[in-house]
């Protein structure tokens, strides 16, 4: 685990510890951050921590061809008047995103700093959000990064009814033509969609087509 300094640099990541912790400080500046994601690396603390920079291992990934779409879920899509746009509200998605509290987490880790950095990855066209709305009311979102490799790196989503982001993501999916989807770290509500986990070497592969 190494000590960031001013200069844009990671050491491999395969150093990383166990857990995937990579490196420590740094800054949040969009040539950081790009440099980040082309090499398989996220940051990842909480408001009191200093930055925390991660390469899992194993790395929870979906393939959109395993998209798993249960028979309920299609009827509530079919059923819920929602309406899903791309990059229509960023920055009230990714601050709506902030306020979700997270087991095992004191705090948010998207920090007003974080929020800040990636508007700006969104205004330069690295950020993307996904919003789900019902009579003009945003009632879920996601947002990630997309560094025109065909894969797209997801950070967070939020929802204030039930299914809302799940509809979001799988239409998101459906309609575009990524070849991975990065979920960073397993969850049961990505895995319930298909997702899987792959060796960090494999993962690292894919961001270089």
């Known amino acids: 685990m190494q000590?960031?300094?001013k200069d844009i640099w990671f050491p491999n990541a395969n150093e990383a510890t166990a857990d995937g912790l990579l490196a420590i400080g740094g800054d949040l500046s969009v040539e950081r951050?790009?440099?980040?994601?082309?090499n398989g690396i996220f940051p990842w603390f909480e408001a009191e921590e200093p930055i925390l920079w991660w390469s899992p291992h194993p790395r929870f990934v979906l393939f959109p061809e395993k998209l798993k779409v249960s028979k309920s879920m299609k009827q509530i899509m079919r059923h819920r008047d929602y309406t899903v746009t791309v990059n229509k509200a960023f920055k009230a998605v990714i601050t709506e995103c902030s306020k979700i509290k997270?087991?095992?987490q004191a705090g948010t880790w998207i920090t007003y700093n974080m929020i800040e950095a990636y508007v700006k990855?969104?205004?330069?066209?690295?950020?993307?959000?996904v919003e789900v709305w019902?009579?003009?009311?945003l009632v879920a979102g996601l947002y990630g990064i997309d560094l025109g490799n065909n894969v797209f790196c997801g950070e967070s989503m939020?929802?204030?009814?039930?299914?809302?982001?799940k509809a979001g993501?799988?239409?998101f999916i459906q309609n575009t033509n990524y070849k991975l989807i990065d979920c960073q770290v397993y969850t049961n509500h990505l895995e319930s969609l298909g997702a899987e986990e792959i060796s960090r070497d494999l993962f690292l592969e894919y961001l270089k087509d």
């Not at 990855?121 to 959000?129: I, N, R």
């Not at 939020?158 to 982001?165: D, Q, R």
Request: no cysteine; glycine share 6%; net charge positive.
């Open 121 to 129: 990855m969104h205004e330069l066209g690295y950020a993307k959000s």
């Open 33 to 38: 951050l790009l440099h980040a994601y082309k």
């Open 158 to 165: 939020f929802t204030k009814e039930s299914n809302a982001s």
């Open 3 to 5: 000590l960031l300094t």
């Open 102 to 104: 997270r087991s095992g």
């Open 169 to 171: 993501f799988i239409t």
């Open 134 to 137: 019902r009579e003009n009311t």
